[in-house]
């Protein structure tokens, strides 16, 4: 059976659309007529339209949320926990979603099920809405034959992913709004007020003291050339973006991040808690350890940590330890290492992997709440600072003034 969107006139003449499975559209304008609806446009889904055709379809499918595909995983594991059959969780999900791209993306994958492909083949079709991780994950589950468990491991993992990401979202979103007021407030200081305050001393013809000269030069560059220097600023960071891009210039850049003050604990601590997260679930899910690192190694954001992660998973695939592997590449945090050695000296790596996770996890919050908490002070003091500079050189010529009067 086939998945089908439709649009269609209800009892009271108001449009609905929605998605529906059946054998062919006519089969679908049956079904609407027998529910008293008069369909408009019925059409398959557009993952039945392209399947085969376009090699660039991939770009165009469907994506999910971290949210959505949090709920969908949780849900599908409640149904498949109580006894459901896979088919049958994807049809009850779908139709417990609002959304008809949800709809539409769940009947086509419930589709390939009843083919016969397997779930993590079937979710296959939208790579943009189930990453490798995810499918990898419930590949393993269905080998294991306990879906139902590690659907919940990836639900857990997806929402705490979104839990941390919102955290950091909400603390950066006071220090951004301060920067950009600090900006704006210069910007408006330097283009509009001096300048009228300036023409009153200009008259006077008295020499002026070298702060306020300086701030009216300064006014006067802003005056001109404000709008050149956010054109160019623009400019560079797109410029800077596509270089970026060049996979030579990402590695140098990448390298590079690792080794600044303060830059590269950050980075390094985002990374290898990204990296212990992904291969802890993926191991707690059955999968492989090569497997798992060739994974975990894909959804690091740093291409030259993606690079070390893939030469420590050769030397694994060799015989090497994991705690080996990753140390010989020496950009991992030796408290990680040590956890790691312990784990696979225990036999309990699974859960060490999701210790380290969590202990990187909450490293990273901690420095950058306290970069955050830092941040909002020194803007507050360039503004303050930015802002007393400017009074003081409206006020030395007034004061100077008024001694020659006196």
């Known amino acids: 059976m086939a998945a089908f969107e439709y649009i269609a006139l209800n009892k009271k003449g108001r449009e609905e659309k929605g998605v529906l499975e059946a054998d062919s559209s006519r089969q679908v304008r049956q079904m609407l007529r027998d529910k008293g609806m008069a369909p408009l446009s019925v059409n398959a889904t557009k993952e039945d339209k392209s399947t085969g055709k376009n090699p660039f379809a991939d770009l165009f499918k469907p994506r999910l949320t971290v949210r959505e595909l949090a709920l969908v995983t949780r849900q599908m594991a409640t149904l498949i926990a109580a006894g459901l059959p896979v088919e049958e969780a994807l049809l009850a999900v779908s139709k417990q979603s609002e959304n008809p791209r949800i709809q539409s993306m769940l009947l086509a994958v419930r589709g390939k099920v009843m083919e016969g492909y397997s779930l993590a083949n079937s979710l296959a079709e939208y790579p943009r809405a189930f990453p490798n991780l995810y499918r990898a994950t419930v590949s393993a589950g269905e080998s294991a034959g306990h879906l139902d468990l590690v659907l919940n491991r990836l639900a857990d993992f997806t929402e705490s992913q979104q839990e941390s990401r919102s955290r950091i979202q909400q603390a950066m979103v006071y220090p951004a709004i301060l920067f950009f007021l600090t ?224």
């Open 183 to 406: 900006i704006a407030i210069l910007a408006g200081l330097l283009g509009y007020v001096v300048p009228d305050i300036v023409k009153v001393f200009a008259d006077t013809g008295q020499a002026l003291p070298t702060l306020t000269i300086f701030i009216i030069s300064l006014s006067d560059f802003v005056a001109a050339y404000g709008i050149f220097v956010v054109i160019g600023i623009i400019a560079l960071i797109f410029a800077a973006k596509r270089a970026l891009q060049v996979p030579s210039i990402r590695m140098s850049w990448d390298r590079r991040l690792l080794h600044l003050p303060l830059v590269s604990k950050m980075s390094r601590g985002l990374n290898t808690a990204q990296f212990a997260s992904t291969l802890s679930i993926l191991s707690a899910s059955g999968v492989p350890l090569v497997d798992a690192m060739r994974i975990a190694g894909q959804v690091l954001s740093n291409t030259f940590l993606r690079q070390k992660v893939s030469e420590a998973t050769v030397k694994v695939s060799e015989g090497s330890s994991l705690n080996s592997a990753l140390e010989q590449s020496g950009y991992f945090p030796p408290m990680m290492l040590h956890m790691i050695a312990s784990g696979e000296a225990s036999g309990q790596l699974d859960d060490m992997l999701s210790r380290v996770a969590n202990s990187m996890q909450q490293d990273v919050e901690l420095l950058l709440g306290v970069l955050l908490s830092l941040f909002g002070p020194f803007m507050l003091l360039l503004m303050g600072g930015a802002v007393f500079t400017i009074v003081m050189a409206i006020l030395l010529p007034i004061i100077n003034l008024n001694q020659l009067v006196a």
